[in-house]
């Protein structure tokens, strides 16, 4: 298990922070935007001694004050996410007719919950991070086929997509005659988006012990040639990280809403088990850096009490958080595979 980092804000601003929160959650009653809006508020008053506790508060509220402008575009950003995903399910349908891949697939969309948005801008800020949040809003591809598809499908959806392959693009144009004119024209809709992937790699997390986890499906070199043109724009994790979590991550921009991107995952079935369940790699418990951060940003009971924001009563599962301010908010999930059509 890693060692969890030590703050490097002092104890005085943890705890403005938190009480921050709490105050903008009681002050607020519609969704996380207004939230975000009151805890904006209440910290750009707030002054330190330390020079470092007002770096980090001036680095938080900028990632906050862009956190609030994305948020506020919650609508459009879903619908797009929604159109993405709808065009790679017949993306998929075309690759299982024309090459006989049998993928079988859930795609899945969600939006980053509210309080884990902000744990991780805080986390950022108090490493003297500029860096902005790139995973407000993802798709994630879980094959119930091994790694080898994964990186398959990862290209021929980023070829698409993207453009980078015209032969690809040409192919799949050429299976949507098949459909009817709606679907052709919302389809080429998305298409003339000249959507691109953004930079990104790993870092570290190299240090994986395969004894520990025996089970675990190791990448060849074969699957690695698949996507190494790609090396330079994703996160490569189907080597696992130490803790077993295996997934690839790319980041895909989309120009037609001002500083909208998606993170988009690919896993096979056991890998999005292995880092749902298991105690090391689940997204609640394996992150142990984020944990300090992720309190600062979580009501007592007493405090939840007193908050009255709609559909939001209870941390105990998303029937009691409809807007997503613990719990992500899946908003669109479908299944295909070859007899889906």
């Known amino acids: 298990m890693k ?51 007002t770096v980090i508060l001036d680095y938080f509220l900028d990632k906050l004050s862009k956190s609030i402008i994305a948020r506020k575009q919650t609508f459009v950003a879903t619908n797009m996410c929604t ?35 902000l744990a991780k801008m805080l986390k950022l800020a108090d490493a003297f991070d500029p860096t902005q949040i790139m995973d407000r809003f993802g798709i994630r591809f879980v094959l119930d086929q091994g790694i080898s598809k994964c990186c398959f499908l990862l290209t021929k959806i980023v070829n698409v997509l993207c453009n980078l392959n015209r032969q690809d693009r040409r192919d799949f144009l050429e299976y949507l005659k098949k459909f009817d004119d709606y679907t052709q024209y919302r389809i080429q809709k998305i298409l003339d988006i000249p959507m691109s992937l953004e930079p990104l790699t790993r870092k570290g997390g190299f240090n994986f012990d395969p004894n520990e986890y025996p089970d675990i ?96 009563n209870s941390y105990k599962n998303t029937q009691n958080d409809k807007d997503g301010i613990h719990h992500a908010k899946v908003f669109y999930n479908r299944r295909m595979n070859n007899i889906s059509l």
């Open 3 to 53: 060692k969890v980092p030590t703050m490097n804000m002092s104890p005085k601003m943890a705890t403005a922070i938190h009480t921050s929160y709490v105050a903008a959650a009681h002050k607020s009653s519609i969704n996380s935007v207004e939230v975000e809006e009151n805890l904006f508020a209440i910290l750009d008053k707030l002054t330190f001694v330390a020079e470092s506790d």
């Open 83 to 117: 159109d993405i995903l709808h065009v790679c399910m017949y993306i998929t349908a075309w690759l299982n007719e024309k090459y006989d891949a049998e993928l079988d697939v859930n795609i899945s969309a969600r939006r980053k919950a509210l309080e884990s948005e």
């Open 217 to 312: 499906e190791l990448p060849t070199q074969e699957d690695w040639e698949i996507v190494k043109h790609l090396s330079g724009n994703m996160k490569y994790y189907f080597d696992p990280k130490w803790n077993g979590y295996q997934s690839i991550h790319i980041i895909l921009s989309v120009p037609c809403i001002p500083g909208f991107v998606i993170e988009i995952q690919f896993r096979t079935w056991k890998m999005d088990m292995h880092a749902e369940n298991d105690i090391n790699a689940s997204h609640d418990l394996h992150k142990d850096e984020v944990k300090p951060y992720t309190q600062l940003f979580t009501l007592s009971k007493e405090e939840l009490s007193a908050t009255n924001i709609r559909f939001f």
